[in-house]
């Protein structure tokens, strides 16, 4: 069974634009279709409503610019899409069940962490990796396009 194409784009407009801000009504207007239809279509494909997805890919993406950069918070969440720095502690906080500033010292450091926070972030990026995987084949399960071809009769 193949991926949905209208799911496969969306998931590739939010990659692509992961830091911009990304609503339904944009995607709804982007892709022609109902607002209601690709929430209910996405959900049905993903298991996750669009905001739960959206956030978490941005949780992700914000967890390597933090094992990667030298940044700080502040950057890492506008870069990551956060326009406020209070839902991206607090939709962090949610995810990985520590606060930013908790899993920043933990990743580049190793120290200053109690061994349940060790535990909430480690069992949290395997779920984000998970997410990211499964985004990854579900993309590859896409049905190739194939261009309608016209045949050719000269003999009839």
Aim: proline letters at 2%.
């Amino acid at each position: 069974m193949y991926s949905n194409n209208l799911v496969c784009d969306i998931l590739v407009y939010i990659d692509d634009n992961l830091s911009d801000k990304i609503t339904i009504e944009n995607l709804s207007d982007r892709f022609f279709y109902n607002r209601y239809y690709i929430m209910k279509l996405f959900k049905k494909e993903i298991g996750l409503t669009l905001i739960e997805y959206i956030n978490r890919i941005r949780i992700y993406y914000s967890i390597t610019l933090i094992k990667e950069t030298s940044n700080n918070l502040l950057n890492i969440a506008f870069k990551s899409g956060f326009y406020s720095i209070e839902y991206f502690s607090e939709t962090f906080k949610s995810i990985v069940g520590v606060n930013p500033q908790v899993a920043k010292n933990y990743l580049k450091n190793k120290k200053n962490i109690k061994e349940n926070q060790i535990e909430s972030i480690n069992d949290s990026l395997v779920n984000l990796y998970m997410l990211k995987s499964f985004k990854e084949h579900y993309l590859l399960n896409r049905k190739p396009n194939v261009l309608p071809t016209k045949k050719l009769t000269i003999f009839k």
